[in-house]
């Protein structure tokens, strides 16, 4: 590493000759296997970005030229060559984030969005630069293949291209993969110009062969030249991005840090709008990785760096319990068909897709044609099944409300890794599905507890035809099944904390995955001297009808969801219980309304008051008020 230790910031990489750049890609490739095996991260997209960073910060004077990257996941290589090589801590709390992040550098312009933004941001920024007078800033935006397939992006370019003054250089990371291979016809074009050099050859074999020509050599070259567009559209058709006014350079070998270096000085110097097109690969030097043809390593847990295999093995996840549903459901049903938006794999749908193949559609990173295209597939007669991240849904609730349940069409929206997921950070907390989804007329929507509630609440809203409906559970290990010991209305009752007669003093109503905490919680509550019952409501959406009716029996109301506080399932009971007359004191926990730092979940969770401990404490401070002054609580 004797390279690498010399490099502390971007202008460190100037004195290197083209064979020490060679030796810091390889050392760069090194450490990221070391250092990424320890903690878990994306390893195989930074793997793939090496000699492609190299070239950028050799090129451009970062932070002067603002280098953007979408979605981030790929900014590895980025920390390290502007400072930042303790990666002890990557993804841990007071660490490390794993997405660009203002707080750690002045190099890092966005933090950790969501993909197909950054030519958004890029369009912005070059505007600003222009209105600033800052001609001699250029904005640099690197998007990979698979962020091209969203819409965003698109119309971010139509914008880019309107001027052909500000200087705004598009760099596309084509390793033909998001998660796994990138899909549509976006991809079919940019693998036509992977295996298309014929127009580059063919141009410089007609420059040298006809400037030899005497006398009509030259001016022949030039009339074929000014014709580029047309031998463009002939030999190698990128004519696509031409035709929106956007010069286009490559494809070039994104592990060549010469080749990429002249073609982002040539895009440099034309002072618009420039797309170069890199081909890199994915997991690059790493053979566990480069052989892993589900996602190239995108993100790894810790891992045996020489193995690739993980420490620790864990038990089943929500997700793989999920897609064992989906394949029994789709065994029984021909009308349920599934949806991805390019995350074939990391939502469960791999296990579909392979026994469904012809029922199964993977719309590229576009979950906002996701949702309408659903809503034609219901209105067609089937019953589609579209399973994201539950903070990716966010993207599309114009979507859900207005095509989906304008229309009253029967399609079940899988929400993945809802609530605090921790180390990727505040972007991807599934914080604001049940609050945003709280306004939408006639969805439900479903938080299963466990594995056995995830399998049955699946199959309820597979089976609701006439409205959108909503399963959300969190990430990573189911725990053990929880029983319920009785039923009021549709909801299991989980603890029973009537004592010999006469009602509990506290009902907790526990939200999805947060059961356990809350049974563990009313045990801490009858050690204090304080009965508590404990509710599952299964589907938080509508407030079934019983719930007011027993809240009254109690002397106060505890809900607990692991889901922003702010118009979610707290506050919705408590508007239930307002409607209802029922003037019961209430206490909603949740999720602070706030951008959260990176950390383990139960990390957070313990921040901010979700455990066992801190429901428990409220709960007995509640009832400790309405014992000294009933009147002061409501």
Sequence with gaps: MALLTRIRGPRDLDRLSP????????????????????????LGPNLGVVELTIALHRVFESPKDRILFDTGHQSYVHKILTGRQDFSQLRIKGGLSGYPSRAESEHDVIENSHASTVLGYADGLAKANQQQGHGDRHVVAVIGDGALTGGMAWEALNNIAESQDRPVI?????????????????????????????????????????QRTPVVGQSLFETLHGAKKGLKDFIAPQGMFEDLGLKYVGPIDGHDVQAVESALRRARGFGGPVIVHCLTQKGRGYRAAEQNEEDRFHAVPVIHPDTGLPVKTAGQDWTSVFGEEMVAIGRERRDVVAITAAMLHPVGLAPFAKEFPERTYDVGIAEQHAAVSAAGLATGGLHPVVAVYATFLNRAFDQVLMDVALHRCGVTFVLDRAGVTGTDGA??????DMSILQVVPGLRLAAPRDSDQLRAQLREAVAVEDAPTVVRYSKGTVGPAVPAVGRVGGMDVLRDGSVDGADADVLIVAIGAMATTCLDAAERLAAQGISATVIDPRWVKPVDPELPALAARHRAVITVEDNGRVGGVGATIAQALRDAGVDVPLRDLGIPQQFLDHASRDQILAE????????????????AKISLDPAAVL
Excluded at 19 to 42: C, P, Y
Excluded at 427 to 432: A, L, T
Excluded at 608 to 623: D, P
């Design 19 to 42: 064979g020490q750049l060679a030796v810091l890609a390889e050392e760069i490739r090194g450490f990221l296997v070391e250092e990424v095996s320890k903690t878990g991260g994306h």
């Design 170 to 210: 598009i760099v596309v990371n084509d390793n033909e993969r998001s998660y796994s291979p990138t899909i549509g016809g976006l991809a079919n074009h940019l693998a036509t110009l992977r295996t298309t050099q014929g127009y580059e050859r063919f141009l410089s074999w007609g420059k040298d062969a006809l």
């Design 427 to 432: 972007s991807h907390n599934g914080m604001w």
């Design 608 to 623: 901010i008051g979700l455990t066992a401990e801190g429901v428990a404490e409220k709960a007995a401070a509640l009832v």
